[in-house]
């Protein structure tokens, strides 16, 4: 007999609800849940797919131990003896900081990773720990800790109460909101314009968020921290500055007048391509705009001056008196609070207080930049990392020059993944632990409410109960927590009794919402009543009791400033800049497998502008060389005027083509990496943070669309040519 079950849709940030019909072990169908208060029916073509993961034949079920190039499955108790021999005894040999842990950003949708798994990686001690923050959000992170003194209090949108949504190095109608939970975000900003408001998008190309924006404007890869300037120039300039109501708690005012003082829109125009005009109009529209919100996201942290971009995004929304207001930037009140817990715990944020071993990169949090991981591997000498844990991520396909990374895997002394599949990474380890996957887990979402454009809770049991030979990821980490490191066993035999779930409820009764009783307390007992969630109401003012302090003007950028000064006075040299681009059906490099993700025309392709392609002799189809410092591969061409002049495009996620690895769709839709040519070496040099956006590449012809060959004279030189 069929059953509908309510649960959540964990593959990307919208969160949105689902009804799961389901019968016996067999997903019939999984539809938007109507009832949801937050994301009201609407899901996304990933959503439906988690009946493809659930029922994958590809999907790991069993431990698995590889011997050369061959694999066999055995027992939990035997897998989790010969991880603990395999990484005590690195740690035994050559220290604590010779075991690294990688972990990917599946986490962040993780209640057990994020209560079992975090603290235990920690716990490990080891300096080289690794994750997807950056390459994706650090910038962010850094500037809320240096402006506020807290790392998670980062400012999203009130996109439901703004008349006005500059949107920058963002594209919100595909990611569903990024750092900025907001389903059916397409709603959302329409309704911004039928209410008579303007969406503005900013980016070197016409993405899908800009078709529908008010208006577009392209700016060149890596100049978005001298655009912000720019705008700050203008608001000083003609006298637009309002703090408003926060001005007797903002440091750094005049600080910031004297910085602004040499970025006149016309200083930048040459490496922005903004018209000087129109940066001045939109500087005066966001300053006379009562709600108003500047946002930006991956497209302004990843690249060589992400974290200026990042900061003076803070900057300016707190200059034209938008911050913390309605239809500004603000906080969320999340039921589950990660601001003082931060500070309970004493995590609130750092940075610098260790460098990388082989080049020096300055750590955040307690990571160091992912782009060093390689390095760190296969250079000898004292610190090396010699053993490896991977959790929830597929750093080969998914980081800078992944190429480099495949191979220094392939020489460390031991390595565990947990992880569903045997992908790209996980084909170098000795054991893969498989845990349950969406639908056999019960969520809450306990890091991304923090960053939702509404106070809203939810929680939802497991569809499907895990079988006696599977294990939750939060139980495989317990039980490593227990062989590798020891001590404590009752008290971990008791956290295994209790689960994710109890941690849950101590977070709800001490949350903002749990201690309101006018409202009715919010409790674990009282979310199980409400299957489709909780509205806990709009964002609220939060500043200044949310923050230690609101210091417009850190040192750390003052002093990185002479570095964008010199880039500005450097003329742009006639190459193509490669930037990303995300796919509506696509989330990373973990859902190629699913049939219905990957039907259609084939997604992995180069955009590229018809004048850049004439000039190189490309059409529409042909397979083309795309060459950087780090490597070379070939892809096929799209040429668009959708992509600015300069600018060529090829999404993240794909290069399913290596020996070895067990997913039969992705191998068939393999396309290639971007991470194949992204520079580990081109970075934001204050943060470390990678930048994969506005990285200097060349193509060339390889064979037209009707299989001719290329004249040589349009062929791009390979690599050992260039080497």
Not at 25 to 40: A, H, K, N, T
Not at 62 to 90: C, I, N, Q, Y
Not at 583 to 606: E, F, I
Request: hydrophobic share 40%; aromatic share 6%.
């Amino acid at each position: 007999m069929p059953t509908t079950h309510f649960h959540s849709c964990t593959l990307c940030e919208a969160t949105c609800g689902i009804a799961v019909t389901v019968e016996g072990d067999r997903v019939l169908d999984i539809r938007g849940d109507d009832q949801d208060p937050f994301s009201r029916g609407y899901i996304c073509p990933k959503a439906t797919a988690l009946a493809d993961v659930h029922h994958d034949p590809d999907r790991l079920r069993h431990p698995m131990v590889r011997a050369g190039d061959d694999w066999f499955e055995t027992s939990w108790d035997a897998a989790f003896e010969l991880v603990a021999a395999g990484l005590k005894d690195v740690r035994r040999q050559y220290g604590k900081d010779a075991l690294a842990v990688y972990i990917g950003n599946p986490s962040a949708h993780n209640l057990g990773l994020l209560t079992f798994g975090l603290p235990f990686f920690r716990s490990l001690g080891t300096r080289n720990e690794y994750s997807a923050t950056s390459i994706d959000q650090l910038p962010h992170m850094l500037a809320a800790l240096q402006v506020f003194g807290n790392q998670f209090l980062m400012p999203v949108p009130d996109v439901d109460r703004t008349d006005l949504f500059i949107c920058l190095g963002g594209n919100p109608a595909v990611s569903n909101g990024s750092i900025m939970t907001a389903p059916n975000i397409r709603v959302r900003l329409k309704a911004i314009r039928d209410r008579g408001g303007r969406v503005v998008v900013v980016d070197p190309r016409r993405t899908e968020s800009a078709a529908l924006a008010s208006e577009h404007c392209s700016i060149r890869p890596g100049t978005d921290a001298a655009f912000l300037l720019s705008v700050m120039h203008v608001l000083f300039e003609e006298r637009l500055v309002r703090l408003g109501r926060l001005a007797p708690h903002v440091r750094g005012l005049g600080t910031l007048r004297v910085v602004a003082d040499g970025f006149a829109p016309e200083v930048t125009a040459a490496a922005t391509g903004l018209d000087p005009e129109w940066v001045r109009a939109l500087a005066r529209e966001l300053a006379s705009t009562s709600r108003a919100v500047l946002y930006g996201r991956v497209g302004i942290c990843t690249q060589e001056f992400g974290g200026l971009a990042a900061w003076l995004v803070l900057v300016v929304n707190a200059l034209t008196g938008h911050l913390d207001e309605p239809g500004g930037a603000m906080f969320t009140s999340p039921a589950i609070d990660a601001v003082p817990l931060a500070a309970a715990a004493g995590q609130l944020g750092s940075f610098g207080r260790y460098r990388s071993r082989v080049r020096g990169l300055p750590e955040f949090s307690g990571e160091l930049p992912v782009s060093v991981l390689a390095e760190e591997i296969d250079t000898p000498g004292e610190g090396r990392i010699r053993a490896l844990i991977t959790s929830a991520g597929n750093p080969v396909l998914s980081t800078p020059n992944g190429a480099r990374l495949d191979r220094a895997l392939a020489g460390l002394d031991f390595m565990v993944s947990i992880d569903p599949y045997l992908n790209e990474t996980t084909r170098h380890a000795d054991v893969i632990l498989p845990p349950t996957v969406h639908l056999e887990r019960s969520h809450y979402e306990l890091a991304l409410a923090n960053f939702s454009v509404r106070n809203t809770a939810k929680y939802s049991p497991a569809i499907f109960p895990r079988a006696p030979d599977q294990r939750h990821d939060w139980e495989i980490c317990l039980e490593l927590a227990t062989r590798v490191l020891g001590g404590g066993s009752a008290v971990r035999a008791l956290a295994r009794r209790l689960g994710p779930e109890a941690l849950l409820e101590l977070g709800l009764r001490a949350g903002p919402h749990g201690l309101r009783k006018l409202r009715g307390s919010l409790s674990l007992a009282r979310l199980k009543k409400q299957p489709h969630g909780v509205d806990l109401g709009p964002l609220e003012r939060r500043l200044p009791g949310r923050a230690k302090k609101i210091d417009l003007a850190p040192r750390l950028y003052l002093d990185d400033l002479p570095r964008l000064r010199a880039r500005l006075e450097r003329q742009p040299a006639d190459e193509l800049l490669l930037i990303g681009r995300r796919q509506l059906r696509s989330n990373n490099s973990w859902m190629h497998n699913s049939p219905r993700l990957v039907k259609g025309k084939p997604r992995c392709t180069l955009l590229i502008h018809p004048e850049d392609a004439a000039r190189r002799g490309l059409a529409d189809g042909d397979t083309t060389t795309l060459s950087s410092r780090a490597g070379e591969i070939e892809v096929p061409v799209e040429v668009t005027d959708s992509i600015m002049p300069g600018v060529v495009s090829l999404p993240h996620g794909w290069g399913h083509h290596r020996p070895g690895v067990r997913l039969r769709v992705a191998s068939e839709h393999a396309g290639v990496s971007v991470n194949d040519v992204t520079d580990e070496h081109f970075i934001d040099e204050l943060t470390g943070t990678s930048a994969v956006s506005g990285l200097p590449v060349r193509v060339g012809v390889v064979s037209a669309a009707d299989g001719s060959p290329a004249p040589a004279a349009l062929t791009s030189p390979s690599a050992a040519e260039r080497a």
